[in-house]
């Protein structure tokens, strides 16, 4: 028997000796063909790790049913893809929440700095703590995430700024992908900001990254893209020009935050880079984001930082639409401008301050934000191939996970064919 995709078509003599996992009775937003793809009344098989089988329940084959090692009646509840939560910056040390409330009461950024906040104290704080400090906290917002549905994380570096620091960082990324079992990319963000000890001496601070701590990632392969800060109070265009030249001679992938507070033309030469993605884009051109679709190069949208920064600027969503530029969501979780541990929350924020619709906003949170890591092959979306990581939600329709702020309401998580508990263990019951 072959397995058999979303249109009908055979795509091989995949079937295995075994069927793991059949879930019943269940409605299915699968998110193929950049659509909601619903099927109602379907069944799911796992095996091993991947998908095997999906469609309508009357279609089950006869024996699938016989074969399976276990079978989760769902009680007619909803299966979406894991969420991909594209763009976090998780691993820190430290609060700011004394900032937040400084912002509340008038104080900008600027004011904030120059007392010796943001940016900066995150950096203190992830400087002196220990290795074992920093695994302990990210492995609780990790925890954190996963119960909320997200099944795949992007983790940047980029509080240390020095190699001791942005390596410590860097391995405790690589040491949470080995705690849980959810998918971790990580990412080298060394050109974050511009650390105290280099103040007015911004290239010789490139200089170190290009030629010091771009070469030790690599070597020590402990991140699979690099990302640079481009905007006038953090990297100009022809510095993320000279970090990027460096990263395609290693191999390794690239990244931006561009266009977030003003138009530093980041986003086109991302994209003459053939970036994966460019995140935040407030500010974004159209000639740059004509560059984008050319290039085939992911828009991330951080609705969290637009609301917590009280931003007036959207990005240009209709632009996107236009130009058929795939469009993903996160929750760029993060201490100062995103503390933000909840991707239900991200989604009702993209669609009431960006104005998306709920299902491009879930299409964001699931099969974009794949596009935006390069994984859209594996994760992302319901298909037979792809990686078995799914959630069940108890709720009434898909749209619920963006309309229904402040709930999370998760049945259970599977991630690479298994269901997901606190303690990492299979779910036995």
């Keep these: ?25 269940c409605h299915l937003a699968t998110m193929a063909d950049s659509s909601l793809s619903i099927i109602e009344n379907g069944a799911l098989a796992v095996s091993g790790e991947k998908i095997s089988w999906i469609g309508l329940e009357k279609d089950l084959p006869d024996n699938y049913r016989t074969r399976c090692r276990k079978i989760i009646d769902s009680h007619s ?6 969420f991909v939560d ?4 998780l691993v820190f040390a430290g609060s700011r929440s004394h900032e937040f409330e400084m912002r509340l009461k008038g104080a900008t950024y600027e004011e ?13 704080a992830t400087r002196t703590a220990s290795r074992e400090d920093l695994l302990a906290i990210a492995s609780k917002r990790v925890k954190t995430l996963i119960s909320k549905g997200i099944t795949t994380l992007e983790i940047k570096s980029g509080y240390g700024l020095d190699l001791k620091t942005e390596l410590k960082m860097l391995d405790v990324i690589g040491e949470l992908q080995k705690l ?43 991140a699979t893209a690099v990302d640079v800060f481009c905007e006038h109070i953090a990297f100009s265009l022809e510095q993320t020009k000279r970090v990027f030249e460096a990263t395609k001679n290693l191999g390794l992938r690239i990244k931006l935050h561009a266009e977030q507070l003003s138009d530093s033309n980041g986003a086109a030469l991302a994209s003459e880079f053939n970036a994966l993605s460019c995140d935040h884009l407030e500010y974004l051109s159209l000639s740059s984001a004509e560059k984008m679709a050319r290039h085939k190069v992911t828009a991330v949208l951080l609705p969290g930082a637009f609301y917590y920064l009280k931003e007036k600027q959207r990005p240009p969503v209709q632009t996107f639409r236009d130009l ?106």
């Design 77 to 82: 509840r909803w299966i979406l893809p894991g």
């Design 1 to 25: 028997m072959s397995l058999i995709d979303l249109k009908g078509n055979s795509i091989g003599n995949l079937l295995p000796d075994k069927i793991d996992t059949l879930f019943i009775h």
């Design 324 to 429: 058929k530029i795939p469009m993903a969501v996160s929750t760029d979780l993060n201490p100062g401008s995103s503390p933000v541990h909840s991707m239900c929350l991200i989604l009702n924020m993209a669609c009431t301050l960006f104005g998306l619709t709920c299902e491009e906003a879930l299409l964001g949170a699931t099969i974009n934000g794949a596009k935006a890591l390069g994984l859209e092959h594996v994760k992302g979306s319901l298909e037979p191939g792809k990686d078995a990581d799914l959630v069940i939600w108890d709720i009434e329709a898909p749209s619920d996970l963006a309309y229904l702020s402040g709930q999370s309401p998760v049945d259970r998580v599977m991630i690479k064919g298994r269901i997901y508990e606190d303690n990492c263990q299979e779910h036995r019951g």
């Design 112 to 124: 904030i700095s120059k007392k010796g906040g943001g940016i900066f104290s995150t950096v203190k």
């Design 180 to 222: 849980f079992p959810v998918h971790i990319e990580p990412t080298f963000l060394g050109a974050h900001a511009l650390p105290p000890e280099f103040k007015d001496n911004s290239d010789d601070y490139i200089d170190l990254i290009t030629k010091t701590m771009l070469p030790k990632v690599k070597a020590q392969g402990i």
């Design 86 to 89: 594209c763009h976090t910056h």
